[in-house]
């Protein structure tokens, strides 16, 4: 019977492969640039045969997951100010599968509790603008988007003179909520909680 590849293994196989585009070692030969002469001065053609060969190579993992039934998904602990949570996210590399949206969508009161506890005298804001802009919001405006969202996922940058801890609220595919990928079916919010009288950074 056909060894199949674990979650595990995938990220290492695409962190491997990452890495040998990105040195030169893969390159896809048939990618060219826009097509546009004003652009394409600007863009080196073999960064765009890299990136090329890396996105080919990932899309063929992704397919691999679907096929195999392979989980996107990986365990997270983190810990904030003395407490400690441990919760899945999908990994950046890899795709959900209709399992793993499950299994986010029931993590998600607990990462929403953590949230609440480890926040609760921070200033709140939600991102703006593709991430551009914030705008400071109370707790009940994270409550009203929290209700209108599957799942949550947890970020904290900082140190004790500067704390910065994010809460990504979401809902379709996790691999296309950012950056309006997959927009209106996948999508998310970003809520960044920091010090009074801070201003977020990341």
């Known amino acids: 019977m056909l060894e199949v590849y674990s979650t595990e293994e995938l990220i290492k196989i695409l962190a491997d492969e990452r890495r ?8 896809n030969l048939a990618a060219s640039a ?12 073999d960064g765009i045969q890299k990136f090329s060969a890396y996105r080919d190579f990932k899309a063929a993992v992704h397919r691999y997951q679907q096929q195999h039934q392979v989980s ?4 997270r602990q983190l810990t904030i100010k003395g407490k400690t949570l441990g919760y899945p996210a999908v990994d ?11 299994i986010l969508k029931e993590a998600k009161a607990a990462i929403l509790a953590f ?21 400071q919001i109370m ?4 409550r009203a988007i929290a209700y209108r969202t599957e799942w949550a996922n947890l970020s904290a940058y900082g140190n ?4 910065e801890i994010i809460l990504q609220l979401g809902w379709g595919k996790p691999e296309e909520a950012s950056y309006k990928r997959g927009w209106p079916t996948s999508g998310s919010e970003y809520i960044h909680a920091v010090n009074p009288g801070k201003y977020p950074i990341c």
């Open 139 to 142: 707790p009940n405006d994270v």
């Open 92 to 102: 950046e590399q890899l795709v959900a599968l209709s399992s793993d949206l499950e």
């Open 115 to 135: 949230w609440w506890r480890v926040t609760s005298d921070m200033d709140l804001y939600l991102s703006i603008n593709a991430g551009k802009d914030y705008r």
């Open 72 to 75: 996107g998904i990986v365990w």
């Open 160 to 163: 004790s003179n500067f704390l």
């Open 34 to 45: 826009s097509g546009n002469p004003l652009i394409d001065r600007f863009l080196k053609p």
């Open 20 to 27: 040998a585009c990105m040195n030169g070692e893969r390159l």
